[in-house]
């Protein structure tokens, strides 16, 4: 298999394989949590201002005070390459010709050279939260094989795609190819590892709010 037949497999039924288990893994993990089903509180409300699920979401959606202080590499290395990421994925204009095809959806990108700048921001963050990981002997010991292994296949793509970009390393068909690799293993990893947070992060903060306001705890 040459370069051509290569790039040409994984933007065809490669990606359609990655998409398919991807789209499967959402949807039963989403009927696995949401078939568990709840008791019914069947205790009466305690209003108090700030107990809800908007405000949870809210609350935990910004750092807590004197905690960028106290960890700023985790805080803001944390913020810069998850908003990086949200960039890169929706606001470069081959991502959005891409989700345009697959779903009809389309909306006005990026420069090409701020993505490239939000690239290299998004890797040295990257880069600067696994040091932080690495040397701190407590994160270091919580750390499990799914942890690295998520944050490489999180890493992998923004590298590829921006050394496919610069045209680094290899040959620009052969890098993009990887590029879309990349991203095809991390479809398919996504449901069924912590990476799925990115599904229920603001659902799970919407709810814990809500039933603790419904009891008049601010959370």
Known sequence: ???????????????????????????????????????????????????????????????PPGMIKRSPVTYIGGYVFHIGLAIIVFLFE???????????????????QVIDLVSVITLGAMLVVLADRIKNPVKRYLSTFADWFTWTLTFLPVLTGWMA????????????ALHILSVELLLIV??????????????????LGKINGHRGVPV
């Open 190 to 207: 996504l449901p069924f590892t912590k990476l799925f947070h990115a599904f229920t992060v603001f659902g799970s903060r919407w709810y």
């Open 165 to 176: 970009v610069q045209h680094l390393l290899l040959p620009y068909t052969t890098m993009l």
């Open 94 to 112: 081959p991502h959005i010709i891409l989700i345009r095809d697959l779903t009809g959806l389309s909306w006005p990108g990026l420069p090409s």
């Open 1 to 63: 298999m040459n370069e051509m037949q290569f790039l040409t497999w994984v933007r065809g039924p490669g990606l359609d394989i990655a998409i398919g288990i991807f789209l499967l893994g959402v949807l039963w993990r989403l009927i696995e949590i949401y078939s568990l089903g709840r008791k019914v509180d069947v205790a009466p409300g305690r209003h108090r201002d700030g107990a809800s699920g908007l405000h949870t979401v809210f609350r935990r959606s910004v750092p």
